[in-house]
Structures are given as structure tokens and as C-alpha cells.
DNA sequence: CCCTCTCAGTTACGAATTGTAACCATCATA
DNA sequence: TATGATGGTTACAATTCGTAACTGAGAGGG
């Protein structure tokens, strides 16, 4: 709540992103227009969050909301071109973690070669 | 939690960068070493928080701490090697913010055109 | 010896955000 | 009338955050 003495674009940009699940949602549409149980599945994050951050991103002009009034109701949801233009920014973070971090897997699946029981 | 299905180092690197006060410290880092009560103003962030923040980051290999033993002790912060990889990501992060972010002053006005469309 | 000052944190605790699961509304078909 | 799919909401417990007060180490003053 302290006068912030960074740029406050910037300052701005990075609360937006650092809001949880917000870079995930914005990198999964980067691809094509996703649906909402689609996104929910694919990124792991429950209805109440994904309908709260798709309502806010939308407010902040990043995503937009199609509905194709088929049976059942298709609603897909896509980046608009303030969106798009996150994705040299998704893609210096996976350039960097491509680089600095190992390929760890999250165990309880493969473990064959390790010695440790 | 469900495990998704993007890249996992991209969601590891999310993660991290996601964290609340996360990209603030690496940004305001970047340019040289900082004292504890340094960042706390120039963020904006309450020493809790920073004391956490820092102690991950250090933990995750992105700062480091160093001491000097002076009167009163110093004590300075700064990135390492893979802390300052992700300058790339801060910059595009700021050109993104410089484009599509209104100038904004507190709130009072919402009605600003977009810059480049 | 006791008090005070600075820096660098810790601790306590109420407030806000998140995760989980159950529930709701609409449309369509059986 | 019942059931299933989609796209959410609601309720509530668990986690995280923000605020403010406190701690500890070392130097110096009285």
C-alpha cells in the first residue's frame, strides 16, 4: 500500500501477471480459443478460480468471451491482441526455464533407475 | 491439485515468478545489490514478507546473500547468475506494460484510448 | 552497568485469498 | 420425469498476506 517507486506501468503489468493462475490461463490461450472445462483440466485449476480470473482478465481487456449458442452451449474464450502481445513475455520465461531449471520429474511415477527405496 | 499438462518447467518457472512480490525484488535487483531496508521501501513490501521472499529466492539459487561485517551490520542482496537470466524477462514484461498500460493516475481515469492500435 | 541507536529480521494475529466440494441453471434428449 | 453435458456459483475450511509490535547483535554514551 506504499507509494511504489518503480515504473507503475510496470508495477501494474506485474500484479496483473502475478496474480495466481493468471500467466497460465494467458500462456494456455496463447495456442488457440480454449473452453472453460478444457482450460480447467488442462492447467489444474478449479471452476471458482478460472471463472474469477477469466471475469477479471476480461475486465482488464485480455481475454474475450465467445458464446456459440450451440446445444450444449459452447463458450470459448481467447486472447484479445493486448493478450497476444503477452507472448514475448511467456516466451522469455520458457526460454529461461528451459535453460535454469532441470527437467525433474515429480516422482511417484518413474523410478526405475534410482537405487533409493 | 491436479498435475497439468503444460511444460512443467514453465509452470515451475510460473511459480516462482507468480509468487506475490516475486518479480518486484529480481526487477528492483537487477540493477545493483540491495540492503533488507532498501527493498522494503523501494517495493513497498513489509519486512515479513521480504525476509520470506528472499529466503526462497535464495534457497531456489536466484539471490544471494551477502554479509558484511561492519557497525551496524550490512547486509546486501543481489541476483545470481540465474537470478539475472531473467532480465530478458522483466524487459519484455516493461515493453508490454510501456505499450498497452495507460499512464494511470490513481484510479480516477478509465477511459483512455489505447495506444497503439 | 544500563540505556539507546541502527540494521536486519521475527512473531502474533486479524484480514484477505485460495482450494475443495457440493450445488445450480439451461438446454436437449430418452 | 429423469438424465447428462456445459458453465458456472456458493459455502466453508485452509493457506497466505498485511500490519504492527517485538527481538537480537553490536556500538556508543552516561
Do not use: H
Not at 24 to 53: K, V, Y
Amino acid at each position: 500500500m506504499v507509494q511504489p517507486e518503480l515504473c507503475p506501468r510496470f508495477e501494474q503489468a506485474v500484479g496483473m501477471l502475478s496474480r495466481r493462475w493468471n500467466a497460465l490461463i494467458i500462456f494456455s490461450l496463447l495456442g488457440e480459443s480454449q473452453r472453460f472445462c478444457t482450460m480447467t483440466e488442462s492447467i489444474g485449476i478449479s471452476n471458482r478460480l478460472l471463472s474469477e480470473r477469466l471475469k477479471e482478465l476480461e475486465k482488464d481487456g485480455i481475454v474475450t468471451r465467445n458464446v456459440y449458442p450451440e446445444t450444449p452451449v459452447r463458450i470459448e474464450y481467447s486472447l484479445t491482441e493486448k493478450g497476444r502481445a503477452l507472448a514475448p513475455v511467456m516466451l522469455e520465461i520458457q526460454k529461461w526455464s528451459e535453460e535454469w531449471l532441470p527437467v525433474q520429474d515429480t516422482a511417484a511415477e518413474d523410478e526405475q533407475e534410482s537405487p533409493v527405496r
